[in-house]
């Protein structure tokens, strides 16, 4: 089983930009599809975007789609999560999770989580 490891959150004024990182263990990184997701308080966590093994396939949340850029380097067991133009209601702990072969947007259908990393974007 994959393992997970989020770097790279923390506070940030609004227009401004971070890149979080997902590093994960194991020798298949490839076989995993990977998905970003987050959870702002008190609300659900949510979707926000996805990549597929090979790196080919990326798809978003409607609302960050323009802002957010999803990678991988599969050399380094690592993706990204480039964000850009940040917004207050951005704020939210930022999880990567792992699913085999096939990207989804159900947190349900990943096999494995990172600890989650705090974005915070201040007004």
């Known amino acids: 089983q994959v393992q997970l490891v989020e770097s790279g959150g923390g506070l940030v004024q609004a227009g401004g930009s971070l890149r979080l990182s997902c590093a994960a263990s194991g020798r298949t990184f490839s076989n995993y599809a990977m998905g970003w997701f987050r959870q702002a308080p008190g609300k659900e966590r949510e979707f926000v975007g996805a990549?597929?093994?090979?790196?080919?396939?990326?798809y978003y949340k409607d609302s960050v789609k323009g802002r957010f850029t999803i990678s991988r380097d599969n050399a380094k067991n690592t993706v990204y999560l480039q964000m850009n133009t940040l917004k207050p209601e951005d704020t939210a702990v930022y999880s990567c999770?792992?699913?085999?072969?096939?990207?989804?947007?159900?947190?349900?259908?990943?096999?494995?989580w990172g600890q989650g990393t705090q974005v915070t974007v201040s007004s």
């Open positions: 999770a792992a699913r085999p072969f096939y990207t989804s947007t159900k947190a349900g259908e990943y096999v494995a």
């Open positions: 990549i597929s093994g090979n790196g080919s396939y990326t």
